[in-house]
């Protein structure tokens, strides 16, 4: 919290514009001993003339050691300890399809999945069911009613809904119905102390009914619940920084935790690089805070496709003039994680980062844009979540610390 | 605590085998400006290879100019911070002789030295008087029978051994009497709070009737105690870690500090870094962590001598073969702290670090085991209490955090 403090009190309500790259899971290993990584492999003629005029570090994004999620990752990067602030999976998903948690809520991810004749769990993900199939799916379950609450529902994405319970007495404490195996049956809704044994009993009721809606389908045809969770509260972005912050992200897992710190979400056509930074360039004098995610760079590196992960990064390098036409005055460049594709995880390598800020940066002698070089670069190696205080420094936003 | 609590939540109970390594006092300084300094000196293949193959870094024991006692070191070695979890010296001394020390314990490390007829200190250490002097004069304190509770005691080394006091009522919180000076006389052991009061008393009897028995003595005709401490209740490392732990060293200290953890301490022949390992091999099947501790380099640094520093280096590393032939997944080489032979003194300088994962590191350009490598190398410089979930991670150890 103290860095928020710090950040709250010194914060001036004017200074440059800052713009945060995130390609989502940037950081990788090369698939030979000596190698290249995908961002080294990668022709990236702009970011390398970045690198040169700006400085490299390379950012950790909770621990040394500790491999984040999507959410610790990404609050780290906007300045909030992941360790300190926690934010539950179904509070994300669900914010991330535009379903508000509020206070009291219980949120949940929801996973169809597929169960034999006993009942057991063949497939986790029901096939991977096609959007187009399962959004009817999510439909039929909207007219289950329950005594004293209000379940909203919300379709994700293939297998993946969200579900929030609204009413009076609920608590998330309770356990994920998900057994993460197949063949055996689905958990009940356990409460994991008193105060949410109301909130676990209707969920299960829930889940009850549920089946039966389910029971004639192919392949969705019973579900899972993880995740349970509820409203972070977690304080403002703009009110900590002083700015005018606007998200631009493809993906509801990112707009959903941009929204929950207080960022505007925007929409927009396409899904691409160039897409978003057009988009960017269509809101320049609306923001003064930019924060632009790229989901491909990560999905590239769960596939396990080394080549694909450097396409990515070289379509966001191709895409990049468009964004330094608009003159930014601070740019970062980095990951929220690190996604290796010869792993084909979210790991806990440090993130390479690159800062260009030209007219307060002190570049290093650093000449492209890689992981070798971030370790060599002039930031060194630091926490994530102290990211967002250099992009405000160089951005000329921050008072001085005492007299 | 924050980072073992989440070493206990993600930890799985799978993954590879893990080898801390450690040299104490490892890191040195040049002896001639621009030189190199102790390890970089020392002849070593095995490890510059392992330099080449791995990634490289720095630890900060405890803080940056916070030169640490070998205590605070290890605990920050496996993962507990050493300004939180405080154990005294006395409970150090009697866990590495085998004497436990349990809740309400107080245990000391005691120092026989000799006074002149004014019963002033002449020698702090009974002119280093031989061990197989020192033993039976530690017998004879055994007869020596106070009020209440008992004492245990055992002899540790030349002119040092560890008492244990055991009864109702006792506090830790007394003051050295070594006065860390010669020409004056040993201090009484005073309380510095109420509740200590019992236990100062009685060891201020049990020092008196220790003087009359050791009247005669020609050297060791004294005692001052230190370090009054009681059991610190450490969590145990095998269940935050979820690994089976052994520890391979040869100094009583260590083998303590380890048993304090809850480490399995083993006994095997020699003294030798080859026979260290050796007894690594033999119990291989056996344990999913190994700790090894190899003494020498931080005694030849104390004794100021940088060829010999260097040669027990040259030593360990002459004998890795024998590890690597194990297969280790994970292998991390580094100290607890420096001991430069030209300060011949514990310091605070950052200690080289090597980490060797073949399966899962991010190698660095850095190309063989030294300071300056260290200081170039992809890990940075970090706490040495984050060294542990580094460990994990690379060993496939570890869930991860958020979703």
């Not at 860095?3 to 995130?22: A, P, S, T, W």
């Not at 403002?236 to 631009?248: D, L, N, S």
């Not at 070289?314 to 460049?333: F, Q, Y």
């Not at 420094?393 to 610390?401: C, D, I, V, W």
């Amino acid at each position: 919290m103290a860095n928020l403090e710090l950040m709250k009190e010194l914060h001036r309500d004017k200074g440059g514009k800052i713009v945060l790259l995130v390609m989502d899971g940037l950081g990788g290993l090369p698939v030979e001993p000596g190698g290249p990584t995908e961002l080294e492999s990668a022709h990236t003629p702009n970011m390398d003339r970045l690198a040169a005029e700006g400085t490299l570090g390379q950012i950790t994004p909770v621990a040394p050691g500790i491999t984040p999620g999507s959410g610790p990752a990404h609050l780290a990067l906007f300045g909030y300890d992941p360790l300190l602030f926690v934010v539950g999976r179904g509070v994300l998903e669900a914010t991330g399809v535009g379903l508000h948690v509020n206070k009291g809520d219980v949120a949940a991810r929801g996973n169809f999945c597929t169960v034999d004749g006993h009942g057991l769990i063949s497939d986790r993900r029901a096939g991977r069911i096609a959007t187009a199939e399962a959004a009817p799916i999510v439909e039929k379950l909207r007219s289950i009613e329950l005594p004293g609450v209000e379940v909203e529902l919300r379709h994700v994405k293939e297998y993946r809904f969200a579900v929030v319970m609204r009413g009076e007495g609920l608590d998330p404490a309770i356990e994920d119905t998900d057994p993460q195996a197949v063949g055996v049956a689905p958990l009940p809704a356990r409460a994991t102390d008193a105060a949410s044994k109301r909130a676990a009993t209707l969920f299960n009721e829930w889940i009850t009914q549920a089946g039966a809606r389910l029971a004639d389908q192919p392949k969705a045809n019973a579900l899972t619940l993880r995740g349970f969770s509820s409203d972070p509260a977690l304080p403002p972005f703009p009110e900590i920084y002083g700015v005018r912050a606007g998200c631009f992200a493809v993906y509801p897992m990112y707009q959903g935790v941009a929204s929950l710190v207080g960022m505007d979400v925007l929409h927009f056509e396409g899904e691409a690089p160039s897409d978003e930074l057009a988009a960017v360039a269509g809101k320049w004098d609306e923001f003064d805070f930019f924060f632009i995610h790229i989901k491909k760079t990560d999905s590239r590196g769960e596939d396990g496709d080394f080549r694909g992960k450097a396409s990515v990064i070289e379509a966001v390098d191709s895409a990049l003039p468009r964004l330094m036409d608009l003159n930014p005055d601070v740019l970062a460049i980095t990951g929220d994680h690190s996604t290796p594709a010869r792993l084909r995880v979210h790991t806990w390598h440090p993130v390479p980062f690159l800062l260009w800020a030209p007219a307060t940066v002190r570049a290093d002698d650093r000449r492209g844009f890689g992981e070798t070089n971030c370790t060599l670069g002039g930031l060194g190696t630091f926490p994530a979540r102290e990211v967002m205080a250099l992009l405000m420094a160089h951005a000329g936003r921050l008072e001085k610390y005492g007299a």
